[in-house]
Structure formats: C-alpha cells, structure tokens
C-alpha cells in the first residue's frame, strides 16, 4: 500500500463555538433603516407571505405561499444592517423571524439571488463587507481548524440525520429510491469515473465516515483514504472494521498536500468545497501529481454559476461563520479552469443531479428535527438546533432554486497503455 505522511488534527481551542456567542441584535439605526427599506423592496414582487409582528403584510404571495413571520421587527432589521449575509441567519437563530418551511420560503429569494440588491449597491458593498478572515485560509493550520470545527462537532449529530451509509454529500435519486439507495448508487457512480475495481490501488481525499471506502474495498481495490478529523477518522476505522476489510483500507490524519506515492485511482467527493479558491491549483495539481500514468479522478463537487461565484468569492457570510469556515463553491468554469491550467488531466465525462441533493436535504432536515430530542439530551441547546435547521433549509433552497447544483466529473491521466 502507498505510505503517505500523516499530519495529526488538533484539538479545536475556540473556548466557545460560535452560535453560544451569538449576542442581542446589535443597534445600527442608521442602516436598519436602510436595510428595511431594501428588505421592503426586494420582497414587494416575491411569491411569499411575510407578516411582521403587528398584522403588517408584505410580498406578493398569496394564500398557499410560504410563509415568513417577523416576530420581532426591530431586532430583524438591525441585525439586517449590520451584515445582511450574516444578519438574515443570526435573525433566524435568535427567533427574530420564523417560517413553518423555511426552505419553501427561502426558495424564491434564491431564485432572485443576483437581483435582490440593486446593481449600484452590489458594486458599493464590496467597499464595507466582511472579508473572510486571514486564520480560515485553506493552509494547513487553517485547513486542519476549519475542519475541526465542523467535523469534529460531535459525530452523534451527524448519525442524527444522515442514513445507514453515513454518506454527507449529495445524494443520486432514481425512483423509487429511498436515502441510502440514492447514497450508494452516487458512490458507485464516482467510483465508475474513476475505473475502481479490483486490484485498483485507490486514493480518496476526503473520508468522510468511510462509506466509499468500504464500497471501494468491497469492489476489490486497495484503499488509503486521507482526512483531516479525527472524529471522522475514529469513527471510519471503525466502520472499516465492521465491514471486515480493514486488510485493504488504511485511514489516515493527513492533509491532502502531504500525501505522497502514486495510485491507480483518485476520488474526492465535495472536498473541494473547503479548500478556497486560492488553493484550487495546489488542489488540482495533487490530483495530477498523484496518479500513475493512465490513472483516473472520479470528482464530485457542488457549484453555482460563475458570476456569483465570482461575485462572491472573497464575501464573508453565515455559512462561513457558523458551518463551513474558509471554504467556496466553485463553478464549472473554474473546475474546467484549474484542471486545464494546472494539470495534463483529460475530461472523461460528468453528469449533474441537483435535485438529488434538494431531495436529499429535505430529508436530513426532517431525520435531524426528528432526532432533536437526542441531540437536546447531549447538550445542544436550541439556538444550535435553529442554527443547523437553517444551514439545512437555506442549501435545500439553493438547490431547488437551481442557484447551486452538483456534478462529478471524471480525469484521465494521459500517458497509460
């Protein structure tokens, strides 16, 4: 089996997460009012409902349409102005605002996502924004961090949502599927991209809790798969074990630039996402350098268009605050880009199936709000539970709204017989 230099996790040293600290709505007069008068516009032609505490209604929904309540106005408002990427979230966390189906409700904003903001202050904000910090950089202390603090969460709140196959990505439905159907048959679409069968000597950057690399097993190759949590990595070996191939699969604490060798085979299932951007060339240029000649990449990522990715690429936003720390989503363009900038890798195929990942956010978001009262007893308190409702509701919109999709791309590596 290839060797590969192993880089431990550390422990995660923040003192307190960051949805404990979140705080009373700051006071921003100033652009409250600002901030109401462009939520006011943007919302005059969407399809929703909004009721503000008082009986005043906005949006152009009807009866039937989703349903925003602002239960408490002023909080909304001044949590608005003072960063509306993060503010609209916290104002979900705190219980300012409150939706019975937040992802139906947040689905037409996404829809509307580049023309919610007029054009003269999409141009201007870039001057005031939050810029993500220099600490959540994808380098290797950063990495390691970002990846703790999402990852080494607990794995108890992962089970609580995601299927027998523990598989944290999107999901490809065909009909009829249940969850861990739709799982499976993505893993052995990635896995067929890159030619896994027996005797391939397989390398997967991500681990997640091991199910791909157990299925890579179970077709017959040799696995050393690469991660940077150790709760993750805990909990894999296990599962490893449990499925009796802990012969063929090696799971190891180690940062994707540290890996050495070469292999038959490269897979790597939305790991992209928490890179950064500025590091997608030192991403690629592995992928390349570590295949064998006449070697494949079976890649999945999640993307949006590349103007909003472009638009967007330096923004801090909730999502970096309180879920994925430092990460970006690419665009096709950029993955078509980087590849072709940085490697010899030929495109072999790829497919989309976004709707298989608003499927499969649906139901995570209905097992980890049927699961609450678990997590409750571990200790989350419920502004987490609102803070993880809202991250699932808020990418099940970007999905459905056809914002956000999800691909894999399959590589050769030129040069083979």
Known sequence: MTTSVVSRCPENTEPTPPWRRLGPAPHAPVRAFAAERLFRRAVRDLPVRIVLAGGERLGAGGTGT?????????????RLGADAKIGFGEAYMAGDWSSPDPAALLTPF?????????APLQHARHWVERRQPAAERGTRPGARSNIARHYD??????????????????GWFFPGDDLAAAQRR?????LDLAHVGSGTNLLEIGTGWGSLAIRAAERGAVVTTVTLSAEQQRLARERVAAAGVSDRVDVLLCDYRDVTGRYDAVVSVEMIEAVGHEFWPTYFSALDRLLVPGGRVGLQAITMPHSRMRATRNSYTWIHKYIFPGGLIPSVR???TAVTRCTGLVPTGR???GDGY?????????????????????GFDERFRRMWEFYLAYSEAGFRA?????GQFGFLEPGGK
């Open 186 to 190: 993505k893993i052995d679409g990635v």
């Open 358 to 378: 608003a499927e499969t956010l649906r139901q995570w978001r209905e097992r980890f709000l049927r699961g609450w009262e678990e997590l409750a007893r571990l």
């Open 66 to 78: 989703p349903l925003m309540r602002v239960e408490r106005p002023d909080a909304f408002f001044h």
């Open 334 to 336: 950029a993955i078509d």
């Open 153 to 170: 969460l607990s794995n108890d709140v992962f089970a609580a949502f995601l299927d027998e196959t523990m598989t944290y990505s999107g």
């Open 402 to 406: 056809g914002y956000l999709d999800v």
């Open 351 to 353: 497919r989309f199936f």
């Open 110 to 118: 996404a829809e509307r996502m580049s023309t919610l903001v007029p």
